[in-house]
C-alpha cells in the first residue's frame, strides 16, 4: 500500500478579467505517492502552471482564486492553512524550480547568500553554518567547484548550473515533494539530459516526491512513474506511464504521443495532427472541450461532457475511449 | 552536380564583446542546392544563427564568401542584393516578436511587397489574400493585429510573409521550438507542404534533432563555431561519426518508457565551454569520452570520409 502524499481533489482555480471571472481549473483531480514522480502534461493554456501554483497558493497574490476543492499534503488541508504555516511549507516540505532560473535567482545577491537565506528561514542556524550546508547542496546538485561557485552571482554561471542553483535551493530544507514547471524547456537537449538524470537520481537519493510539469510527454518517458493528461483545465487521463505510452485511451493524449514520436515516421512525411486550437477558456464548447478537434466525436460528445470515472489507477473522460491492446497485439 | 542555391565558402564571424572575442561563426563552409534542406543543428551558442544573418546578410563577416546563386554578396550592387534579399526569406523562433504589435496583418504582409515595388494596390491585396490561403489562414485575418492571434497563427503569418516576395530559399531559425506540439505538427506540415509545391530550398535551424530528422535532407552539426559532422539525413543516424553528434543523439528523448529507462548514462560530461575562450585542439577533447593527448594540441579538420559524409574528428 503506497501512501498518499499531496492529494488534488476536484480542484477549481478562476482569475477576474475584464469581462468577469475566467475558469482556469474545471475540476483537477491528482494524488503523489511518496517518492512517486508524476508528470502533469498540457500545452499552454492547459492550466498545469496554475495547477502547480494553486497547490501552494501562489495564484492567490497572483489575482487568482480557489474556488472549490481540497488539497491535502501530508494530511493537512492546504486550502485552510494560516499564511505563516503556508510560508513555512513553501521551501520547506514542498520545493519548487521554474523553467526559468534567471528570473527567479535574485541578480545582485551571491548564489551561496541566496540558498543560505533559503536555509535560514526554515531552520535555526548560524550564518556561517548556512553558508556551510549551500556549498554542501551545490555540491549535491552537481556544480563543480561548489565552495567558489558559491560566490558567484546567477549571471556568471552558464543556463544549467543556474537550474542546478535553483534546485539546490529548493532542496534546501529536505523538502517531501519537489514542484518542477517546465524545468528543461529553456535548456538545450544535453543540459536537458543532465537536469533529468540529476533529478532521478536526487528524487532517489532523498526519497522525494517529484511533481514534473510538462508540455513534453517524450521528455518525461524515462523519469515519470505516472502521467496526468490536463486538457483546457480538466484531467482528460491519468494512469502507469507503460500504459500511457502503450494504450492511450483519451484520443488527445494519443495526439500528444503521435506528436513527439517522430522517429515512428517516414521522414518527410505528412505528421498525425491534432487539427485545430486549443479552444479559449472563455468560449468552451459544450459537452467534451476536445470535441471539436476529435475524430471520434459524435452528438454525444458535443452535448454532454464525459465524467472521470472514479477511482482506479487508469481513468479517462472520454465516450468513445481508444480501445486497449488486444493481448499480445498491437494497439488499435 | 547543379550549382549550389546558397554556398558560404570558409566563413568567419567574430563578435568583440567587454568579456572578449567571441567566436561565433569560425571558418564554416557549406552549400544547400536548389530544393534541398539542410538541417543545422547545436547547443545555443554554437554559432547556428550567426550563420543564418551572416546568410542573410544581416552582418557581413570578417572573412571567407557567401554566394547566392553564383554572386558574391559582399561585392554586389544595391540592385543585386535587393534581389538576393527577395529570394532568401526568414522565418524566426518567435513570430510575435518579430511582427510589428502596431500594425495589421495586412500591412504586415503588404510591407515586403512595398519595399520591393510589387505590383499595385489590387494586385497586392490579391496576393496577401494568396498568401492567406497558402498557410491555411482565413481572409479576415488580415484586419487582426499579432497580439489577437495564437502562437500558431503568428507563425503562420510569420511564414507569409517570408513567402511573400516567392523566395527561393528559407531560413528557418528556430521556427517550430516555441510552439505547443500539436501546433508544431501543424506548422511543420505546412512547410513541408510548401516545401514541395514551391520547390523551396531551407536552412532548418534547431536545437531538436528528431524534427531536423525529419524534415532535412542533410544535416550539419555545429560545436562552438564550427561544423563538426555533415552528412546526408540517413548516413548520419545510422552511422554518426563525431562523438559531440553521437552524444547529441543519446540526449534527445526517446517517447518509450522501456527504451528511456535502458538508456546508458550520457557519454559525456560538463558544458558547453565559453566561447570567448575555447579550449585549444579539438574544442570538444574537454567533453569528449574518446579524447587522447593529440586531441589536446591539435585541432581536427573536417575531412570526407564517404560520399557526402564529413567529419572533423581524429578518431571518428
Known amino acids: ?332 | 552536380m547543379t550549382a549550389p542555391l546558397l554556398e558560404i565558402r570558409r566563413a568567419v564571424r567574430h563578435f568583440d564583446t567587454p568579456a572578449g572575442r567571441v567566436r561565433a561563426v569560425d571558418d564554416v563552409s557549406l552549400s544547400i542546392q536548389p530544393g534541398e534542406t539542410l538541417g543545422l543543428v547545436g547547443e545555443s551558442g554554437c554559432g547556428k544563427s550567426t550563420l543564418a544573418r551572416l546568410a542573410m546578410k544581416l552582418v557581413p563577416p570578417q572573412s571567407g564568401a557567401i554566394l547566392f546563386e553564383g554572386d558574391d554578396v559582399a561585392t554586389a550592387n544595391r540592385a543585386t542584393l535587393a534581389r538576393y534579399r527577395a529570394r532568401m526569406q526568414m522565418v524566426f523562433q518567435d513570430p510575435l516578436s518579430a511582427l510589428n504589435p502596431r500594425e495589421s496583418i495586412f500591412r504586415i504582409l503588404e510591407q515586403p511587397l512595398l519595399v520591393h515595388r510589387r505590383g499595385d494596390r489590387a494586385a497586392r491585396q490579391a496576393r496577401i489574400a494568396q498568401l492567406l490561403q497558402q498557410v491555411g489562414l482565413r481572409p479576415e485575418v488580415a484586419l487582426r493585429y499579432p497580439h489577437e492571434l495564437s502562437g500558431g497563427q503568428r507563425q503562420r503569418v510569420g511564414i507569409a510573409r517570408a513567402l511573400a516576395l516567392e523566395p527561393r530559399l528559407l531560413l528557418c531559425d528556430e521556427a517550430v521550438s516555441a510552439l505547443d506540439v500539436s501546433v508544431r505538427a501543424q506548422v511543420l506540415n505546412l512547410l513541408l507542404r510548401l516545401r514541395a509545391e514551391l520547390g523551396l530550398a531551407a536552412l532548418f535551424i534547431s536545437h531538436d534533432l528528431a524534427v531536423v530528422r525529419h524534415v532535412a535532407d542533410r544535416v550539419a552539426v555545429m560545436y562552438l563555431g564550427q561544423v563538426v559532422e555533415e552528412a546526408p539525413r540517413d548516413a548520419l543516424w545510422q552511422q554518426p561519426r563525431h562523438p559531440y553528434t553521437r552524444a547529441l543523439m543519446a540526449a534527445t528523448p526517446v517517447a518509450d518508457p522501456a527504451e528511456a529507462r535502458a538508456r546508458p548514462p550520457l557519454p559525456l560530461q560538463g558544458e558547453l565551454p565559453d566561447p570567448i575562450d575555447p579550449p585549444a585542439g579539438c574544442r570538444f577533447h574537454p567533453r569528449c569520452p574518446m579524447a587522447e593527448p593529440r586531441c589536446r594540441v591539435e585541432a581536427p579538420v573536417l575531412r570526407a570520409i564517404a560520399a557526402g559524409h564529413a567529419v572533423a574528428c581524429h578518431r571518428p
Not at chain 1, 38 to 57: P, W
Not at chain 1, 292 to 321: L, V, Y
Request: hydrophobic letters at 45%.
Open chain 1, 1 to 332: 500500500m503506497t501512501m498518499t502524499l499531496l492529494e488534488v481533489s476536484s480542484l477549481r482555480t478562476s482569475f477576474a478579467t475584464r469581462s468577469g471571472r475566467l475558469g482556469i481549473l474545471r475540476d483537477v483531480s491528482f494524488a503523489i505517492a511518496r517518492g512517486e514522480t508524476v508528470a502533469l502534461v498540457g500545452e499552454s493554456g492547459s492550466g498545469k502552471s496554475v495547477t502547480a501554483a494553486s497547490i501552494l497558493r501562489l495564484v492567490e497574490a497572483a489575482g487568482g482564486r480557489i474556488d472549490a476543492g481540497r488539497v491535502s499534503f501530508e494530511g493537512e488541508d492546504l486550502l485552510s492553512l494560516s499564511p505563516a504555516r503556508l510560508r513555512a511549507l513553501r521551501g520547506g516540505r514542498i520545493g519548487m524550480i521554474f523553467q526559468e532560473p534567471l528570473s527567479a535567482l535574485n541578480p545582485v545577491q551571491r548564489i551561496g547568500d541566496q540558498i543560505a537565506e533559503a536555509v535560514r528561514l526554515h531552520r535555526p542556524l548560524s550564518r556561517r553554518a548556512a553558508w556551510g550546508r549551500a556549498v554542501e547542496l551545490l555540491s549535491l546538485v552537481q556544480i563543480p567547484a561548489p565552495g567558489l561557485r558559491a560566490r558567484d552571482y546567477p549571471h556568471q554561471l552558464s543556463g544549467g548550473q543556474r537550474q542546478r542553483a535553483m534546485i539546490a535551493m529548493a532542496l534546501a530544507c529536505d523538502p517531501a515533494l519537489l514542484i518542477a514547471d517546465e524545468p528543461t524547456t529553456a535548456l538545450d537537449v544535453i543540459t536537458q539530459a543532465q537536469i533529468l538524470s540529476l533529478l532521478a537520481e536526487l528524487r532517489d537519493r532523498l526519497g522525494m516526491a517529484l511533481l514534473l510539469i510538462t508540455h513534453d510527454l517524450g521528455v518525461v518517458a524515462g523519469v515519470a512513474d505516472r502521467i496526468v493528461v490536463l486538457y483546457a483545465g480538466q484531467v482528460v487521463e491519468q494512469g502507469p506511464v507503460a500504459e500511457i505510452f502503450a494504450a492511450p485511451a483519451h484520443p488527445y493524449t494519443r495526439g500528444l504521443l503521435d506528436a513527439v514520436r517522430l522517429d515512428t515516421l517516414t521522414p518527410g512525411t505528412a505528421l498525425p495532427e491534432i487539427p485545430g486550437l486549443v479552444p479559449p477558456l472563455d468560449a468552451l464548447p459544450a459537452g467534451c472541450a476536445f470535441a471539436p478537434r476529435c475524430g471520434r466525436a459524435d452528438a454525444r460528445c458535443r452535448s454532454a461532457a464525459p465524467p472521470m470515472p472514479p477511482g482506479g489507477a487508469r481513468q479517462a473522460a472520454c465516450f468513445h475511449p481508444l480501445p486497449a491492446p488486444l493481448p499480445g497485439g498491437h494497439a488499435a
